[in-house]
């Protein structure tokens, strides 16, 4: 991980940083000829990130990272920014926040098929507490040209945030407790007794930065109403936001059942929103079984269209 960062800092400084005479001299002329080789800015936005998405797979499985800072894969961020996208159709610019960033991947994907398909000017902040990660997100801003137009914030998503409320809030959320029991106080997704869950946590902190009748796209664990500590969580959404969805990604694509992971639809109260007549619930079909997963791709826009989104026509 470290060498990427240091690798991807000499490309974008256009030089080799020597520090205590190292590395050496003939280490120094054997890296400048490689990187003569590399023209970052004759690649598109799309095509780096991807790059780099591919260096952080490979560095993940041989640093054996934890499970939460595992990268979403691309076919899980493209069906996020393909909901999205409908549901911001008509807007003229758009801000996106994203609680649990690490390395930028998922935040940046969903930007960029915002770019392409709706032509407009799309701002991202993203946040996370691991210095490494957000190194990587650095990284992926500066390559991508989104120096003006991401913000990256190092420090504890939970804890207060000086950000401006978003028109949408997108995470994979970190799953398990969250250890400091004292930063929670003020939350109504709190466990009552011992630590909370920290997809809780970030759910209800993601939605308190979200404009009124602004979204949340969460991915959660798929059994995020089967626990004990979901009551919590249910009746803060009842007082806050309207649950339009939850769709179950294909049981294929995890180790087991337990790792299941679901996309979570929320809409904050205010402005235009409502509950949709009918609330989006679903499984994805195998990714492999392309005709079935286009036909539920179909039926979610259907739904978007007829339910979601009729206040707005």
């Known amino acids: 991980m470290d060498a990427f960062i240091e690798t991807c800092n000499n490309l974008l ?4 940083m ?10 120094v002329k054997k890296l400048d000829d490689l990187y003569s080789q590399i023209d970052i800015s004759s690649l598109d936005s799309e095509t780096i990130r991807k790059a780099i998405q591919m260096v952080m797979i490979k560095a993940i499985t041989q640093d054996k990272i934890q499970a939460n800072h595992q990268i979403t894969p691309d076919t899980i961020a493209f069906i996020i920014g393909y909901i999205v996208t409908r549901i911001f159709e008509n807007y003229e610019k758009l801000s996106i926040l994203d609680l649990a960033a690490g390395t930028g991947n998922l935040l940046t994907a969903i930007m960029n098929q915002l770019n392409k398909a709706l032509k407009i000017d799309v701002n991202g902040i993203g946040i996370d507490n691991d210095d490494s990660m957000l190194s990587v997100a650095n990284i992926n801003a500066q390559m991508q040209k989104k120096h003006d137009s ?34 929670v ?10 630590h909370s869950y920290a997809h809780h946590l970030l759910i209800e902190q993601g939605m308190n ?15 995020i109403f089967e626990t004990k500590e979901s009551k919590g969580l249910l009746k803060w959404i009842q007082g806050s936001a309207y649950f339009q969805g939850l769709l179950n990604l294909p049981k294929d694509i995890f180790q ?4 299941q992971k679901a996309i979570l639809i929320l809409q904050k109260h205010g402005s235009h929103a409502k509950q949709a007549d009918q609330v989006m619930i679903g499984e994805f079909p195998s990714f492999k079984n392309t005709k079935e997963f286009q036909h539920f791709v179909a039926e979610i826009v259907q739904w978007e269209e007829k339910d ?5 026509k």
């Open 13 to 16: 400084d256009g030089q080799v």
């Open 18 to 27: 020597v520090e205590d005479d190292k590395p050496d001299n003939n280490t």
């Open 150 to 183: 991401l913000e990256l914030i190092h420090q504890d998503s939970i804890n207060n945030l000086l950000v401006d409320d978003v028109d949408l809030v997108v995470s994979d959320l970190p799953v398990g407790y969250y250890p400091i029991d004292e930063n």
């Open 185 to 194: 106080q003020n939350y109504q997704t709190k466990a009552s007794d011992g």
């Open 209 to 223: 930065h979200v404009k009124d009748g602004g979204f949340g796209i969460f991915l959660v664990p798929s059994n």
């Open 256 to 259: 087991n059942n337990k790792a």
């Open 308 to 312: 979601l989104l009729s206040s707005h």
